[in-house]
């Protein structure tokens, strides 16, 4: 009896440290891959992440480098630019035929003896790029205004009188930018001048006016446009308008405001 319970005592111990030995044995080998050293396994899980590590050739750079790419995109940029220019220059003045019309005044004379006066006018022109930048222009333009003939037995005061212009001639366009665009003009023709409209029926030289007549006439000037877009423009012209009313030439200055209108392509 003392030795079976003796060999119990020892058995019941020995069945215990059998069974808890596997279970130590999985739970190492779930922890640690087989064929691996232990020494390994820290060192793996210690390496630094190199991709938060700040990126040493960019913080290396130097001023005069950060310069240069700065100057270079700078210079990339200008050149966008400068294509943009040419392209917009390109389309606007490729155009072969301008439409101007619009108001403007004349500093008239109405008479040898008389006192000059302001007429207001309107304009139509029509210019055909036959080459380049030369072109041809058709002109057409209607005058009208108040003469001033002082006292007189006649009591006309203040008569209205108009003329019409017929001019063409070559048109010479010498710049051309993004924004402004510069022509010059010499245009000959005919000009007819209505002096006795408003003098009743009287002969219009009784009260020292030009006679009803048709006449040569000359006009030279220059044109700015303000280029709104390729394809219109808003046009200030100054111009001198010679005519040969009477005995001698009479040179008239003046100025119009106009619209543009560009269309066709060369």
């Known amino acids: 009896m003392r030795f079976r319970k003796l060999s119990g005592y020892i058995l019941y111990p020995l069945f215990a440290v059998l069974l808890f030995v596997p279970s130590l044995t999985r739970a190492q080998d779930t922890s640690q891959p087989a064929g691996t050293p232990p020494s390994q396994q820290p060192a793996q899980s210690q390496q630094p992440d190199q991709s938060q590590q700040p990126d040493q050739t960019e913080s290396q750079s130097t001023p005069q480098q950060r310069s240069e790419v700065l100057r270079e995109a700078q210079a990339r940029v200008n050149a966008r630019r400068q294509i943009r220019i040419r392209q917009i220059i390109q389309d606007t003045y490729s155009h072969k035929y301008e439409l101007d019309f619009g108001g403007g005044t004349l500093w008239f004379t109405p008479g040898a003896h008389l006192q000059h006066m302001n007429e207001a006018a309107w304009h139509v022109d029509l210019t055909d790029y036959i080459r380049g930048d030369l072109g041809v222009t058709a002109d057409f333009r209607g005058y009208y205004g108040t003469a001033y003939t002082g006292a007189n037995p006649y009591s006309v005061f203040n008569p209205s009188i108009s003329q019409y212009t017929f001019l063409a001639g070559p048109t010479w ?33 009784d009260v020292g006016l030009f006679t009803d ?48 209108y560009r269309f066709g392509r060369k």
């Open 173 to 205: 366009r010498f710049f051309k930018g993004q924004h402004w665009g510069w022509t010059a003009f010499a245009l000959a023709g005919a000009g007819h001048g209505n002096f006795g409209t408003g003098t009743n029926g009287l002969p219009p030289q």
């Open 213 to 260: 007549t048709t006449v040569l006439n000359l006009a030279v000037g220059a044109s700015a446009d303000w280029n709104l877009g390729p394809g219109l423009a808003i046009r200030f012209t100054a111009n001198d308008l010679v005519s040969n009313y009477g005995s001698s030439l009479q040179e008239n200055r003046g100025g119009n405001l106009g619209i543009v």
